[in-house]
């Protein structure tokens, strides 16, 4: 191995120190010896990887995958005009939205509240299970496919906040009466699990099977 191929697989592991997950910091095993294993810039706990990262991706990986089903099923708004209920699916609306000829404002939901969510958790999944079952094919294409995870999940709201507008023009103007339905509940628990499960997965796992990194915790 030439020097360049040394300098590129020079790891924190490797010269014995550890990078602090909040601010980037390294910190030298003989600092912490001294000082404790805190970050000396932000006083966050150090740890080599992210504790329990896998047992706890998994969990909200399938409370994610179970909830968004009903976010899809049950109705998400339901409109009372004139003592008439109507109420309205995810799906439903965008089909809705599709027949009154509002395509843009229903590729917008389509995309924010069906794709995102199922793409980001087939992406996790696809990872978590690239990291159990020890992988190493393409390491730099499942951690660029995770920074991405990471950049849309903050588009999923984009309905529920749509959601809320209507509901407060609708109520402003006295027309009918909007609730927000189970459907919009399980789906911003689906939104919030899946950035959760975004947060505790550890990138840094996946070059572990290259000889990249290490197992510590």
């Given at each position: 191995?030439n020097?360049?191929?040394?300098?590129?697989?020079?790891?924190?592991?490797?010269?014995?120190a550890?990078?602090?997950?909040?601010?980037?910091?390294?910190?030298?095993?003989?600092?912490?010896?001294r000082?404790?294993n805190?970050?000396?810039?932000?006083?966050?706990?150090?740890?080599?990887?992210?504790?329990?990262s896998?047992?706890?991706?998994?969990?909200?990986?399938?409370?994610?995958?179970?909830l968004?089903?009903?976010?899809?099923?049950?109705?998400?708004?339901?409109?009372?005009?004139?003592?008439?209920?109507?109420?309205?699916?995810?799906?439903?609306?965008?089909?809705?939205?599709?027949?009154?000829?509002?395509?843009v404002?229903?590729?917008?939901?389509?995309?924010?509240?069906?794709?995102?969510?199922i793409?980001?958790i087939?992406?996790?999944l696809?990872?978590?299970?690239?990291?159990?079952?020890?992988?190493?094919?393409?390491?730099?294409?499942?951690?660029l496919?995770?920074?991405?995870?990471?950049?849309?999940?903050?588009?999923s709201?984009?309905?529920?906040f749509?959601i809320?507008i209507?509901i407060?023009?609708?109520?402003?103007?006295?027309?009918a009466?909007?609730?927000?339905g189970?459907?919009?509940?399980?789906?911003?628990?689906?939104?919030?699990?899946?950035?959760?499960?975004?947060?505790?997965?550890?990138?840094?796992?996946?070059?572990?099977?290259?000889g990249?990194?290490?197992?510590g915790?």
């Amino acid at each position: 191995m030439n020097g360049a191929q040394q300098q590129a697989r020079l790891t924190a592991a490797s010269i014995e120190a550890v990078s602090c997950h909040i601010c980037n910091l390294l910190v030298s095993d003989s600092y912490r010896r001294r000082h404790g294993n805190i970050c000396p810039r932000c006083g966050t706990a150090l740890h080599r990887r992210k504790p329990d990262s896998m047992s706890r991706t998994w969990a909200l990986l399938i409370a994610a995958a179970i909830l968004y089903v009903p976010a899809n099923v049950y109705p998400i708004l339901t409109v009372v005009s004139f003592g008439q209920p109507t109420t309205s699916t995810i799906i439903g609306g965008v089909i809705e939205l599709a027949a009154g000829g509002q395509w843009v404002i229903a590729a917008v939901v389509f995309i924010a509240s069906v794709f995102v969510p199922i793409f980001k958790i087939l992406a996790l999944l696809f990872l978590a299970l690239s990291v159990q079952l020890k992988w190493q094919a393409r390491p730099r294409a499942r951690t660029l496919l995770y920074r991405f995870t990471e950049f849309i999940g903050r588009w999923s709201m984009i309905d529920i906040f749509m959601i809320s507008i209507l509901i407060a023009l609708v109520k402003l103007q006295a027309l009918a009466t909007v609730t927000a339905g189970p459907g919009a509940i399980a789906f911003a628990a689906v939104v919030i699990i899946t950035m959760f499960a975004a947060m505790t997965f550890d990138p840094r796992l996946i070059w572990d099977t290259e000889g990249m990194g290490d197992d510590g915790g």
